[in-house]
């Protein structure tokens, strides 16, 4: 191949309130905020392929990973989708923890919730992970994964 991917930088959310999904990465999840960039006018048109966009930025660092949460304050005609899993476009981030239960009541509490049960995965390289998807108030899919017990 002519190139090589370097590594995986960040993954980046659209969201409809840039201060309440800020409050759950950082305040539920506990990633730290790194910089709250703004972008408008050409650089932010021609970055996205969006005329017009305007957008309120907040970059958030954890756990080896980086969550860009953008909130686009421009056009005014952007749209509000309700993706499923099952979805083509949808996407979702997975994270491994070391406590699905305490996980899922912390997200509980903050206004977030379960998308189904957790799950024991029984087959497969993921054999005897626990997992469940979460979505957030604008719907995006968030994974959580807890590893298989060790054997004694």
């Known amino acids: 191949m002519p190139f090589r991917i370097i590594a995986a930088d960040h993954t980046g959310i ?20 790194s910089h709250r960039p703004h972008q408008t006018g050409n650089l932010a048109s021609e970055i996205t392929g969006v005329p017009g966009a305007e957008i309120s930025i907040a970059v958030l660092k954890g756990y080896g990973h980086k969550i860009e949460l953008l909130e686009y304050l421009a056009p005014p005609d952007r749209k509000h989708v309700a993706l499923r899993p099952c979805d083509v476009g949808s996407v979702h ?13 912390a997200i509980a509490s903050s206004g977030w919730k379960a998308a189904g049960k957790p799950q024991t995965l029984q ?30």
């Not at 659209?14 to 905020?33: I, K, Y």
């Not at 070391?98 to 996980?103: F, I, M, R």
């Not at 390289?125 to 054997?151: C, H, L, S, W």
């Open 93 to 105: 981030v997975a994270f491994t923890v070391d406590n699905l239960d305490a996980v899922l009541s």
């Open 123 to 152: 087959a497969g390289p993921n054999a005897g992970k626990r997992v469940v998807y979460v979505r957030d108030p604008d719907g995006t899919t968030i994974e959580f994964m807890q590893p298989a017990a060790p054997e004694n």
């Open 14 to 33: 659209t969201v409809t309130n840039l201060e309440r999904s800020l409050a759950f990465w950082r305040d539920v999840l506990g990633f730290e905020l």
